[in-house]
T-cell receptor, first 114, second 114 residues
Framework: EAGVAQSPRYKIIEKRQSVAFWCNPI?????LYWYQQILGQGPKLLIQ????????DSQLPKDRFSAERLKGVDSTLKIQPAKLEDSAVYLC????????????FGQGTRLTVV | AQTVTQSQPEMSVQEAETVTLSCTYD???????LFWYKQPPSRQMILVIR??????QNATENRFSVNFQKAAKSFSLKISDSQLGDAAMYFC???????????FGKGTHLIIQP
């Protein structure tokens, strides 16, 4: 079974530029998550999709962050414009439907904003 | 809101010995799930063990077991016969019942001494 795929693995941009991350979840997984992991901290949930609908985006900084999941499969997370404090690892995860269903994580994208 | 506290930033143990990682949490939910995830340098989060809060019996997975004290809101992870491959960051997490996203602690860096 193929895992959660993310790209790129690394990205360096200047502040005020824009950046996009891509995630391909495990086939058949209806739920997709984006997490932000700042160095030295645990991951923080940014947004959760169920198929192509948003379930929870309460911690997404909507003035600069946006995410979409077209056709309920792949997802993109965009930051525009980026700030220095956005430097972090962005993790995508997916799970099947159901309480306590195991979330499978990708290897993340490490973003450095300079 | 849910919170997770891991009070040990770093732990060190000799290979083949036993180590316990601490975790306390707070939630107002009656239906929730608890998890321990491992994050090696590759950054991919890997599920180690999970516990349903409504179950009194402590979960076990081979060399990994938990001590779940619901009244104290404590969820510690015990690793027996530590191996070099166990070296990683370990994150405790809680999920509200209903397939919501995870709330993570700040993690514990586990070092295995050969």
């Amino acid at each position: 079974e193929a895992g959660v795929a993310q790209s790129p693995r690394y990205k360096i941009i200047e502040k005020r530029q824009s950046v996009a991350f891509w995630c391909n979840p495990i086939s058949g997984h209806a739920t997709l998550y984006w997490y932000q992991q700042i160095l030295g901290q645990g991951p923080k949930l940014l947004i959760q999709f169920q198929n192509n609908g948003v379930v929870d985006d309460s911690q997404l900084p909507k003035d600069r962050f946006s995410a979409e999941r077209l056709k309920g499969v792949d997802s993109t997370l965009k930051i525009q414009p980026a700030k220095l404090e956005d430097s972090a690892v962005y993790l995508c995860a997916s799970s099947s439907t159901g309480a306590s269903a195991e979330a499978f994580f990708g290897q993340g994208t490490r973003l450095t904003v300079v | 809101a849910q919170t997770v506290t891991q009070s040990q930033p770093e732990m060190s143990v000799q290979e083949a010995e036993t180590v316990t990682l601490s975790c306390t949490y707070d939630t107002s939910e009656s239906d929730y799930y608890l998890f321990w995830y491992k994050q090696p340098p590759s950054r991919q989060m890997i599920l180690v063990i999970r516990q349903e809060a409504y179950k009194q019996q402590n979960a076990t997975e081979n060399r990994f077991s938990v001590n779940f004290q619901k009244a104290a809101k404590s969820f510690s992870l015990k690793i027996s016969d530590s191996q070099l491959g166990d070296a990683a960051m370990y994150f405790c997490a809680v999920e509200r019942g209903g397939a919501d996203g995870l709330t993570f602690g700040k993690g514990t860096h586990l070092i295995i001494q050969p």
